[in-house]
């Protein structure tokens, strides 16, 4: 048993070198960008808002969008997001308290993964957050890590064969954004095409990451981050680019702290981890969050996902990471093999 855990650890390590751990490498240059839409006073808020008939929807973004107030409003039970004028809507200030019923708070509040029986206190926690889905199908998410590659778009592609408007949660960095503006505008027409329903999950701005050092002075938990910039400013280029942050943050490399999951809290996003890593192949459940890298640098991935989805191995139908939040807790979380 420790020697398999061994050999999945070395594995899912040696994945996430190859998928996320180049971000630092040269990237090309910024191309085909469409019109910027000038984010400017960009703040966190909390309120309730309503615009009858439309349902109650929380704001938990203000800014200016090219001179125009304008709110980043979540529904509170289906989470998805809306950039809305405010002048739409009558606002109040809001509070968790008063929200603490909604699917929206109570998936915020996710509890962190329980130690296993035994285990060794550690520093910092390895996947936290939602890590396996409500229901039958499966959530496919894909990392778009800071990488010199460009884009995977055959991933893509075979996604919109499954059949139109295809769900795919892709957890952008905003350095891969900066460096990858064509791929960006290719993944925004497929998604207007209809190809491809596409939720823009917030991977951080730099995806810091330093090799051989301990995962508690690793990542977002490196001496010198600023977690909230690291949130704000992703959100700010995505929606400059033309894109709607949803409420679902991964945090680079699956590992964070209490501290850096209160930020989370603080700002409303929801720690999106996951419980399918293609590349050791894992018996698959329904409800999986089903993790690949098509940023350039993870094609073993890749290629394990397609031979699964011609082979029919991945549970159906997949589903829009929306609908994860209230799954229970896979009985076996893999990142917890890794010692």
């Known amino acids: 048993m420790i020697s398999r855990a061994i050999t999945i650890a070395a ?8 998928g ?18 000038h984010v400017a006073d960009y703040a966190r808020v909390f309120l309730v808002c309503d615009a009858p008939p439309m349902n109650t929807r929380l704001a938990i973004r203000s800014m200016a969008l090219k001179g125009e ?39 915020i509040d996710t509890p962190p993964p329980a130690p296993k029986p ?32 460009p884009l995977d778009r055959p991933f893509i592609e075979a996604l919109e064969r ?19 503006a064509d791929d960006f505008q290719w993944l925004q027409e497929q998604a207007r095409a209809g190809g491809v329903d596409i939720t ?19 990542f977002l938990l490196a001496p010198g981050v600023d977690m909230e910039a690291e949130i704000l400013d992703t959100e700010k280029a995505l929606i400059d680019s033309g894109g709607t942050p949803s409420v679902f943050f991964r945090f680079p490399g699956l590992i964070s702290n209490p501290a850096l999951m209160d930020i989370l809290r603080r700002d409303h996003l929801i ?46 139908p997949f589903r829009a990471i929306d609908d994860a939040p209230g799954g229970a807790k896979p009985p076996l979380d893999p990142p917890s093999a890794i010692r």
């Open 162 to 180: 499954v059949g139109p408007g295809t769900p795919i949660s892709l957890s952008i960095s905003g350095l891969w954004l900066k460096h990858h």
């Open 271 to 316: 720690a999106l981890g996951a419980d399918g890593w293609l590349v050791f192949a894992p018996p698959l459940r329904p409800g999986a969050i089903v993790l690949v890298h098509p940023n350039g640098n993870e094609p073993q991935g890749l290629r394990i996902f397609a031979k699964m989805m011609a082979s029919d191995r991945l549970p159906r």
């Open 11 to 18: 594995v899912l390590l040696a994945s996430c070198a190859a």
């Open 69 to 107: 107030r304008t709110l980043l409003l979540v529904d509170p039970e289906t989470l998805k997001t809306y950039l809305e004028p405010a002048k739409s809507w009558r606002c109040a200030d809001d509070s968790d308290e008063s929200e603490s019923a909604t699917r929206f708070l109570r998936a």
């Open 118 to 149: 035994g285990a060794i206190s550690k520093p910092y926690l390895r996947n936290a957050g939602v890590t396996h889905g409500a229901g039958d199908g499966s959530f496919i998410t894909g990392d778009l890590c800071p990488s010199s590659k």
């Open 20 to 37: 996320c751990f180049h971000a630092n490498a040269a990237t090309p240059a910024a191309g085909g960008a469409a019109a910027p839409r």
């Open 200 to 218: 823009w999950v917030n991977h951080s701005f730099s995806h810091p990451y330093f090799p051989g050092r301990p995962f508690e002075e690793n």
